[in-house]
């Protein structure tokens, strides 16, 4: 079964917009890709969810193409305080979160 | 609603004892899952219950942890003896329906 796979890390300025991709390939039917952003000394707090084609909400944005292999979280306008690890999760792997992608926004 | 609740948020014990974390999920959700966090190993999935009957346990690392679930209100995470590889943060969560989890603060725990 493959896992949900994302990048370790990636780094911005202030003002940028914030895209993080994940690709989930043995995503099945039924199931949604959610997205979760983690403070230190936190739990994981949902962002975003969604089935197919664009979702956007007052934090993101989360495009999935057709085939839903992939997910890309978009974060507009990135301020220090979206500085976070943010998990990509399927139900492809028992119900298991990536490794989390490290964000870290410089000013 | 309060949200998740656990208890205790930190736990300092010896090597050999027995360590209890305690989790009360929000009200109404039929989900209910055990996470454990390292620097290590990131965040792992250790076992969740559907409607209090324990579905998936293959991350449970060994016999010397056990969860369980007796109502849809409580549910208990033992490690029986505990060693010093087991210090992480222990974090439960809840959903409705396999939908977002709502996760709790966490237990820190120390095992010495």
């Known amino acids: 079964l493959a896992k949900t796979t994302q990048p370790i890390s990636m780094d911005s300025y202030e003002g940028q917009e914030v895209n993080i991709t994940c690709s989930h390939n043995?995503?099945?039917?039924?199931?949604?890709i959610t997205w979760y952003q983690q403070f230190p000394s936190q739990g994981p707090r949902f962002i975003i969810q969604g089935y197919k084609t664009k979702v956007t909400n007052e934090v993101a944005s989360l495009f999935i193409p057709a085939d839903r292999k992939s997910s890309t979280l978009s974060l507009p306008r990135v301020s220090l305080s979206d500085t976070a690890v943010y998990y990509c999760l399927s139900n492809d792997y028992k119900l298991s979160f990536g490794a989390g992608t490290t964000v870290t926004v410089r000013a | 609603d309060a949200g998740v609740i656990q208890s205790p948020r930190h736990e300092v014990t010896e090597m050999g004892q027995e360590v209890t974390l305690r989790c009360k999920p929000i009200?109404?959700?039929?989900?209910l899952f055990w996470y454990r966090q390292t620097m290590m190993r990131g965040l792992e999935l250790l076992i969740y219950?559907?409607?209090?009957?324990?579905?998936?346990d293959s991350g449970m690392p060994e016999d010397r942890f056990s969860a369980k679930m007796p109502n849809a209100s409580f549910s208990t995470l033992k490690i029986q003896p505990s060693e010093p590889r087991d210090s992480a943060v222990y974090f439960c969560?809840?959903?409705?329906?396999?939908?977002?989890?709502?996760f709790g603060p966490g237990t820190r725990l120390t095992v010495l």
């Open positions: 009200s109404g959700h039929d989900y």
């Open positions: 219950f559907n409607n209090n009957v324990p579905i998936d």
């Open positions: 969560a809840s959903s409705l329906r396999l939908a977002r989890q709502f």
């Open positions: 043995n995503i099945a039917t039924n199931d949604y």
